[in-house]
């Protein structure tokens, strides 16, 4: 039982270069998440799909697009990645939205330069 | 809008000791809480989550208490240990931001043996 399963771990970028980070989970989850993680800013929810068939906005969404392949996989890709995108990116699963546990990937480190 | 505060940002004590870690928030309309622990260059594990209707939770040495009132939540580490050592972090989802989860910046604890 893999869990969340994050690929690549590491990225570099040239600025305006595109790249999309895969995400998959094996625990038959209904909703997933990416987040970014930059210091003093905490974690932030870029987008959601609450459901298989079904995306939203999170906090974040300007600069990323998202597709929720099946119920297994969620990516994330960066149209024309800009510098302030270099973050440590993380994917999330829970059971529902509102009630479970959230449970992480281990994150994809991408540096645009 | 919500705000989660953790303070201190960062703690450093002998191992064996009981210790408490804080969680505070400024909209008291919460769903639920979860706490988290964030170990270097890994995702996050979700540790306990609380109901907005439970009082408290139990896993193993940990205890994390829920007052919505104040506006405050507690993680209390009993007997810690070397392997404690991490990064915690609380997260509260708001009854009207959906599935949005807002995180705290964190809690940084070196448990010495």
Redesign the interface.
């Given at each position: 039982n893999a869990g969340v399963t994050q690929t690549p771990k590491f990225q570099v970028l040239k600025t305006g270069q595109s790249m999309t980070l895969q995400c998959a989970q094996d625990m038959n989850h209904n909703s997933m998440y990416w987040y970014r993680q930059d210091p003093g800013m905490g974690l932030r929810l870029i987008y959601y799909s609450a459901s298989e068939g079904t995306t939203d906005k999170g906090e974040v969404p300007n600069g990323y697009n998202v597709s929720r392949l099946n119920k297994r996989e969620f990516s994330l890709r960066l149209e024309s990645a800009a510098p302030s995108q270099t973050s440590v990116y993380f994917c999330a699963s829970n059971r529902d939205s509102y009630n479970s546990p959230l449970h992480f990937g281990n994150g994809t480190r991408l540096t645009v330069t | 809008k919500q705000e989660v505060t953790q303070i201190p940002a960062a703690l450093s004590v002998p191992e064996g000791e009981n210790l408490v870690l804080n969680c505070s928030f400024t909209d008291s309309a919460i769903?639920?809480l979860?706490w988290?622990r964030q170990d270097p260059?890994?995702?996050?594990?979700?540790l306990l989550?609380i109901?907005s209707s439970q009082r408290e939770q139990t896993s193993g040495r940990l205890n994390a208490s829920l007052d919505k009132s104040s506006g405050r939540s507690t993680l209390y580490i009993a007997a810690s240990q070397p392997g404690d050592s991490a990064t915690y972090?609380c997260?509260v989802?708001v009854e009207t931001s959906?599935?949005?989860?807002t995180?705290?910046?964190?809690t940084q604890l070196t448990v010495n043996p």
């Open positions: - | 769903y639920n979860q988290f260059g890994k995702g996050l594990t979700s989550l109901q972090l997260a989802r959906g599935s949005r989860l995180f705290g910046e964190g």
